[in-house]
């Protein structure tokens, strides 16, 4: 109709719940596909992006593939594309986790030379002051490792070795992953109901007291 006002198309509010998930090639994938079902869970978006090397330690460690794991985000991204939104600072989310986090992956986060996807999104969360946790697997560390590792704390890196924790009693591997999932995104603002927590009741249905 001439003359009429044309409506403009309506924008989709960027949702506050929306984090980034990187897998890299170190052992314990478990704690990234955890991740990714922790989210879905809680109805936060996933984005996600793998290495090669992830691809192949989700063949040795687990019974899934690559393909039955990027189901499980809402969003997947190849490694090497570099055009992806994930990318970009002006991409908004509340946050990054890379789980696990290789020495790799962590050297390159640490330099800024960034040669994957994986490593440019971790350098763009940073640039942007947004959340990055770093679920570094390696032991024992050598120097090197410690200097990168208090680099990244510098540069406002969350460090987060999956390391377990026994005052929740945990029975089984999946115990062990739920914990430290739960603690990551703890430090995001998410409470996970998986999540045991000190001082509150414990799975055998007993309260603790004292320090853990």
């Given amino acids: ?27 314990g994938v478990a704690y990234g596909i955890r991740l990714l079902e922790a989210l879905r869970e809680l109805g936060i978006e996933s984005h996600l992006v793998m290495t090669k090397p992830a691809e192949m330690t989700i063949g040795y460690e687990t019974k899934l593939t690559p393909k039955q794991v990027a189901a499980k985000a809402d969003h997947r991204y190849a490694v090497a594309d570099i055009g ?70 510098e ?8 390391m377990p924790a026994f005052y929740a009693e945990p029975r089984t591997l999946s115990d062990l992953v739920d914990q430290v999932v739960g603690k ?7 409470q996970w109901p998986n999540m045991k927590r000190w001082g509150e009741e414990l799975p055998n249905g ?7």
């Avoid at 109709?1 to 170190?26: E, N, T």
């Avoid at 540069?155 to 999956?162: C, D, F, N, R, V």
């Fill in 1 to 27: 109709m001439a003359g009429a006002k044309q409506q403009k198309p309506a924008v989709k509010p960027v949702s506050r719940d929306r984090l980034v998930v990187g897998i890299s090639g170190a052992s």
């Fill in 84 to 153: 992806a939104p994930i990318a970009s600072g002006s991409f908004k989310m509340a946050g990054m986790i890379v789980a696990p986090c290789s020495v790799r992956t962590m050297s390159e986060i640490a330099t800024g030379v960034t040669t994957s996807l994986l490593t440019r999104a971790a350098d763009v969360t940073l640039k942007e002051r947004r959340p990055l946790i770093l679920m570094v697997r390696e032991t024992p560390l050598h120097l090197g490792h410690l200097r990168s590792l208090v680099q990244l704390a």
């Fill in 155 to 162: 540069m406002g890196a969350i460090i987060l070795p999956p």
């Fill in 184 to 190: 990551a995104l703890d430090l995001l603002g998410h």
């Fill in 206 to 212: 007993s309260r603790k007291s004292g320090k853990p």
